[in-house]
């Protein structure tokens, strides 16, 4: 597992594009 740290982040919406082989997933999160 892959874990981002993103306590010190800035609130907002952030778009996360995780890329394998032939694989692209985009993640929306959402820091409040």
Do not use: P, R, W
């Not at 892959?2 to 820091?31: H, P, R």
Request: without cysteine.
């Amino acid at each position: 597992t892959e874990q981002i740290d993103l306590s010190n982040n800035a609130k907002g919406i952030y778009l996360i594009k995780i890329k394998s082989n032939d694989f692209v997933k985009v993640s929306k999160l959402i820091i409040e």
